[in-house]
């Protein structure tokens, strides 16, 4: 089983409509990110969260919102979709002791917003 | 603020070939990390290497290997005798250990890589 779950894989859906994308992670780690790809800009953060209680904003956080239910699940939503945040969007964990340890993704979801 | 460029949007190498992805880097901090990922047709993003700031030795991992060069501010990625299963997008990213920007990942836009048999 992968160690970083991603749901839905893939989402059509149209402008207007609220949409949830969900992550939960097997690891133990504290710290949950997400963050969009799209073609030529390479990854942008989001949101991160550092525990529980911890929420903030990222590059790119206009139009979106995050809800950090329990360590192990960080869902990210969109609550009026629009054509450009059609994307490939990534979860990610990382433990953050010791200092910077490697994040770990997701397998990713592909939104389209028609 | 920090910032890293990937100047080479695509490279195109005939299996065999060696080939050199770029990565250049801007930051203030004095102690932060590097990181390659590999992504794959698949989609899903491989971790690759971790190097801190204080730990400049070329580091080598079968035909994969790392030059980090602080006087540059480059953290080369070389793949020797390429193979068709290296095709994928690269990224180079950078994650300061303290400030405003600790415990964030900035990518670079990314370097797609085909490797024709």
């Known amino acids: 089983d992968a160690d970083v779950t991603q749901t839905p894989r893939n989402r059509i859906t149209k402008t207007g409509k609220r949409i949830m994308l969900e992550c939960s992670q097997t690891k133990g780690h504290d710290r949950m990110y997400w963050y969009r790809q799209d073609p030529g800009l390479g990854l942008r953060l989001i949101y991160y969260s550092f525990d529980v209680k911890d929420i903030n904003k990222g590059e790119i956080s206009d139009g979106y919102s995050v809800s950090r239910q329990a360590q192990a699940k960080f869902s990210l939503s969109l609550e009026s979709a629009i054509p450009n945040q059609t994307a490939l969007y990534f979860c990610a964990t990382s433990a953050g002791i010791l200092g910077n340890q490697p994040q770990h993704f997701g397998d990713g979801t592909r939104l389209s917003i028609l | 603020a920090q910032k890293v460029t990937q100047a080479q949007t695509e490279i195109s190498v005939v299996e065999k070939e060696d080939v050199t992805l770029d990565c250049v880097y801007e930051?203030?901090?004095?102690?932060?990390?590097l990181f390659w990922y590999k992504q794959p047709p698949s989609g899903e993003l491989v971790f690759l290497i971790r190097?801190?700031?204080?730990?400049?030795q070329n580091e080598i991992s079968g035909r994969y290997s790392w030059n980090f060069q602080k006087s540059t501010s480059s953290f080369n990625f070389t793949i020797t005798a390429s193979q068709v299963v290296d095709s994928a997008v690269y990224f180079c990213?950078?994650?300061?250990?303290?400030?405003?920007?600790?415990?964030?990942?900035?990518f670079g836009q990314g370097t797609i890589l085909t490797v024709h048999p």
């Open positions: 990213a950078l994650e300061n250990a303290g400030g405003t920007s600790y415990g964030k990942l900035t």
């Open positions: 190097r801190n700031s204080f730990d400049e």
């Open positions: 930051t203030r901090d004095t102690t932060y990390y």
